[in-house]
């Protein structure tokens, strides 16, 4: 089963520009994580926000969760060429025990 | 270095044959996790291990079988029972299982059926 569904499905910016994902839930979640993978590698975790916070940052990376809504966003500030991969979010049900992923946001930074 | 490794990177299996996925960890996780992923699409967890000697079925174990004998290993056998396994493997680790702990991921196995 499919918790997380990211959007959009892909994504193509300029160097320096914004990149926005979003991602949508069904359950109601412990926490929620956002992956970074690059192409034909594991994924690397980025940053965790539980559902009792609202707004995370890391670095470049901010995080918004809205429990309303079942819905988070992954906003990347001045984007690199380097930030170009695919980007998961994972969901942890409440009262699971497993991690569930999304179908992912293919994102391309145009140098 | 801590970390956790896959092996082989690449592996051909023939029609009919089982094969074995290698997975190991040193960063002292209790729980341990299988993924498979298919071009373009996100992980789809086949089995996932709490603690040494236990393991789960997750959303598609069909055709698969695991073994967790020790804390740091957590090998994947693809039998041949499983008739599309051509994909990209992927295992994980976690201070414990699910909750608020992120996962650890290995380099991945991809899988080709010949």
């Known amino acids: 089963s499919q918790q997380g569904e990211e959007d959009p499905q892909a994504l193509s910016i300029q160097e320096g520009e914004n990149a926005t994902m979003n991602c949508s839930y069904k359950?109601?979640?412990?926490?929620l994580q956002w992956y970074r993978q690059n192409s034909g590698r594991g994924l690397v975790h980025l940053i965790l926000?539980?559902?009792?916070?609202r707004e995370k940052h890391s670095g470049r990376l901010r995080v918004t969760l809205d429990t309303s809504k079942k819905s988070s966003s992954l906003l990347i500030t001045a984007s690199r060429a380097a930030d170009t991969a695919s980007y998961f979010c994972?969901?942890?049900?409440?009262?699971?025990?497993?991690?569930?992923f999304g179908a992912g946001t293919r994102l391309f930074v145009k140098a | 270095d801590g970390g956790i490794t896959q092996s082989p990177k690449y592996l051909f299996r023939k029609e009919g044959q089982n094969v074995t996925l290698s997975c190991e960890q040193n960063?002292?996780?209790?729980?341990m996790y299988w993924y498979r992923q298919d071009p373009g699409q996100g992980l789809r967890l086949i089995y996932y291990?709490?603690?040494?000697?236990?393991?789960q079925k997750g959303d598609i174990a069909e055709g698969y079988s695991v073994s967790r004998e020790k804390k740091e290993s957590f090998p994947l056998t693809v039998t041949s029972a499983q008739k599309n396994p051509t994909a990209f493997y992927l295992c994980?680790?976690?201070?414990?299982?699910?909750?608020?702990?992120?996962?650890?991921f290995g380099p991945g196995t991809r899988l080709t059926v010949l």
């Open positions: 994972a969901t942890d049900e409440l009262g699971g025990f497993k991690t569930i």
């Open positions: 994980a680790s976690s201070k414990t299982s699910g909750r608020t702990y992120e996962q650890f």
């Open positions: 291990s709490q603690i040494v000697n236990d393991f």
């Open positions: 359950t109601s979640i412990n926490n």
């Open positions: 960063l002292n996780h209790d729980a």
């Open positions: 926000i539980r559902s009792n916070e």
